[in-house]
């Protein structure tokens, strides 16, 4: 078993850059993604942090993510954007469109985005919690490769397609809701197969469509929707949105996130924001919403991401815990860039 290391979060973040750039990402790139992928680590979504570095590094040297392709912006109307991410990071991209669709929303009201060619966006709830700390409303999906049947269904059409929501609250952390529309991530599948580990019941069928709890037949089978019929009709949802307005790929025609086969993914996203202050006001929202945290609270109940206040404090005054063996493969991936 490897053994576990701590790491400072400057640290962490020096380090997945230093990879990257090492695999011939340009530096403003290598430090969007560092800076996305060690945000992760610290609210413990690991599926979407250090883990992926090496095959980030691998799609970068194969070619299937141009490590210095640069967003393009597009403003087909005064409330819309299109963003080009030109099969490169989604995380410089989304860097480039939020403060744009900011300044769009208090301008117009509401506005939205959508992602084109492109990759991986890590954890959904990320980027709409930026846009609430401006004060708006958000709301994002993405589609990612074929891992989910049809509801009914045997053969893999959808991806796991998060889903995220955020709203502002006052003098606190905003509200932030964000998940697969399958039982978990695919990430965390392939991390089990890797282990040799079982996963729960429920979360897969095997190629035959009988349920398993073998990760290597889950992947070779399919993951199984939230809610049935509802999740997904919800995944179905996501793909209208993040492919179907864009232009982009749908998850039967993309390629995995996970590996340096294939072509591009040239997968979609799409990020919709709401100014409070062009409907009954924000001071109306802030009362309101804290009206039914409350009720919640009272009922013993907690808010959906609640935890991350605590997990962001442990992270700055504790460090975070990473893998030592995947550590040991990252710090080698950047050792040209002479890191300690």
């Not at 850059?17 to 993604?33: I, W």
């Not at 509802?230 to 590996?259: N, R």
């Not at 991350?308 to 040209?336: K, N, P, S, T, Y």
Request: aromatic share 6%; charged share 20%.
């Amino acid at each position: 078993m490897s053994q576990t290391v701590i790491l400072q979060v400057a640290e962490l973040e020096v380090l997945i850059e230093a990879a990257l750039t090492g695999a011939d990402v340009a530096p403003a790139h290598a430090r969007s993604v560092a800076r996305a992928l060690t945000a992760a680590e610290i609210d413990g979504q690991k599926g979407h942090g250090l883990w992926r570095v090496p095959s980030y590094a691998a799609q970068v040297r194969a070619g299937k993510v141009d490590g210095r392709a640069e967003p393009v912006l597009q403003r087909p109307r005064p409330g819309t954007l299109l963003v080009d991410v030109a099969h490169g990071f989604a995380f410089p991209a989304f860097d480039l469109a939020i403060p744009a669709l900011t300044e769009m929303a208090r301008a117009n009201g509401i506005a939205a985005a959508g992602f084109v060619r492109s990759h991986h966006f890590g954890v959904a709830g990320h980027h709409v919690e930026k846009l609430a700390a401006a004060g708006l409303l958000a709301l994002a999906c993405g589609n990612t490769p074929k891992t989910m049947a049809a509801y009914g269904g045997r053969k893999p059409i959808f991806g796991t397609n998060p889903l995220a929501f955020a709203a502002p609250r006052r003098g606190q952390l905003p509200l932030v809701m964000d998940f697969a529309l399958t039982h978990a991530a695919r990430a965390k599948i392939v991390a089990a197969a890797n282990k040799g580990e079982p996963i729960p019941e429920g979360w897969a069928v095997d190629a035959d469509g009988r349920p398993t709890t073998d990760a290597r037949a889950a992947l070779a089978g399919t993951l199984l929707p939230i809610g049935g019929a509802k999740g997904s009709a919800l995944a179905l949802m996501v793909e209208l949105l993040a492919v179907a307005l864009t232009g982009a790929q749908f998850g039967f025609e993309a390629s995995s996130f996970l590996d340096d086969k294939g072509p591009p993914p040239a997968v979609g996203q799409f990020l919709l924001c709401i100014d409070p202050a062009a409907f009954a006001g924000p001071d109306v929202f802030a009362t309101r919403i804290e009206a039914v945290a409350l009720e919640i609270g009272q009922d013993g109940a907690r808010l959906p991401g609640s935890r991350r206040a605590e997990l962001r404090q442990r992270a700055a005054r504790e460090g975070i815990a990473v893998d030592g063996a995947l550590l040991a493969e990252v710090r080698l991936l950047g050792a040209a860039h002479r890191l300690p």
